[in-house]
């Protein structure tokens, strides 16, 4: 004959260590969206860092870059759409490569709208990447007052943000899956 002796105050342990342990439990969801957070925040610097420009970027665009937790579901993302609040101005003028009373250069002074946009901060101009990353049709001069006309060219696609994107998120998977299993570790009950 066979004798199982049962600790209940064991069993009830563990199960309490479980339930603790599941992404249901608002402590343990809270703490996967603080280390989600960190990965992602890591993520878009590898972006931010990754995005090259011939001129070097002296408005900062790189920094428009943003990331996104999800609230209902345990996730984020790295995008580049735009922010939902204004992040004030940006004091760069671009250099003038005229001399005093030399003649050339653009006589026509900027309007409000041109003047506007080149004065966003750095984390407004989103846009900015996005017509690099997409490309935009052949943009004209003269539909704003009708003063100008003329053809400014286009911008071709250069397609550059999935891959940076793409590459700093598997790193992020990876990075993420070991804390979180270091996190669980914690959580779980370990025999004594």
């Keep these: 004959m066979f004798q199982f002796e049962v600790n209940d105050a064991v069993i009830v342990e563990q ?14 969801e809270a703490v996967l969206r603080k280390i989600i957070r960190k990965y992602v925040l890591e993520a878009r610097q590898q972006v931010m860092q990754s995005i090259r420009f011939k001129n070097g970027d002296p408005r900062g665009a790189a920094r428009a870059v943003r990331t996104a ?5 345990l996730g984020a993302n790295i995008n580049i759409f735009n922010s939902r609040k204004a992040h004030g101005q940006n004091s760069y003028e671009p250099p003038r490569t005229l001399r005093p009373g030399q003649r050339g250069g653009n006589r026509v002074k900027r309007g409000p709208l041109t003047n506007r946009m080149m004065h966003y901060a750095p984390q407004d101009r989103g846009m900015i990447l996005r017509w690099v990353n997409s490309g935009t049709d052949d943009r004209t001069a003269g539909t704003r007052g009708g003063k100008l006309s003329g053809n400014r060219g286009s911008i071709a696609p250069r397609n550059f ?32």
């Design 15 to 28: 199960q309490k260590a479980l339930e603790a342990a599941l992404s249901t439990n608002p402590k343990t």
């Design 69 to 73: 937790v999800y609230k209902k579901v």
């Design 161 to 192: 943000f999935r891959p940076l994107g793409d590459r700093a998120l598997g790193t992020m998977r990876d990075n993420l899956a070991t804390a979180i299993e270091e996190e669980m570790a914690k959580l779980l009950p370990h025999d004594k």
